[in-house]
Nanobody, 126 residues
Framework: QVQVVESGGGSVQAGGSLRLSCASSGLTASMYYCLGWFRQAPGKEREGVAYLYPLGAGTWYADSLKGRFTVSQDNAKNTVYLQMDSLNPEDTAMYYC??????????????????WGQGTQVTVSS
C-alpha cells in the first residue's frame, strides 16, 4: 500500500526559509512513480507547486515559484523535500505531498496524483 506523510511545516517570518519533507512507503523504482507538492490557501483552489519525474530525472515547477522553491529526493530515505526560500505571506497555505504511483512518465507533465498525505501547515508572517 502506497502512503505519503508530510512534515516540516511551521511558522516563519517573511524572508525566511522552511524545508518540508515527504516520507513515502510502498513505492519502488520499477513503478516509475512521480511525487509532487501542492498547496491550498484558505479560500483558494489547490495548486501544483513542484513535481519530480520518475527516478528523479526531471522536475516541474509552478512558474510563479521558480527560483524560490526547490524539490529534491533522497532515495535512500524514501523522502522528497521541498526547500522554500524567501517566503512571503502569500505562501501561507496547507502543503500536501502526493504520489502518482504507476508509470507517470506516460502522462508527464500531468501526472495522475491519487495518493495524498494529510498536509502540513506553513504560515508566513509579515
Amino acid at each position: 500500500q502506497v502512503q505519503v506523510v508530510e512534515s516540516g511545516g511551521g511558522s516563519v517570518q517573511a524572508g525566511g526559509s522552511l524545508r518540508l519533507s515527504c516520507a513515502s512507503s510502498g513505492l519502488t523504482a520499477s513503478m516509475y512513480y512521480c511525487l509532487g507538492w501542492f498547496r491550498q490557501a484558505p479560500g483558494k483552489e489547490r495548486e501544483g507547486v513542484a513535481y519530480l519525474y520518475p527516478l528523479g530525472a526531471g522536475t516541474w515547477y509552478a512558474d510563479s515559484l521558480k527560483g524560490r522553491f526547490t524539490v529534491s529526493q533522497d532515495n535512500a530515505k524514501n523522502t522528497v523535500y521541498l526547500q522554500m526560500d524567501s517566503l512571503n505571506p502569500e505562501d501561507t497555505a496547507m502543503y500536501y505531498c502526493a504520489a502518482d504511483p504507476w508509470r507517470c512518465h506516460l502522462t508527464w507533465p500531468r501526472p495522475n496524483f491519487r495518493i495524498w498525505g494529510q498536509g502540513t501547515q506553513v504560515t508566513v508572517s509579515s
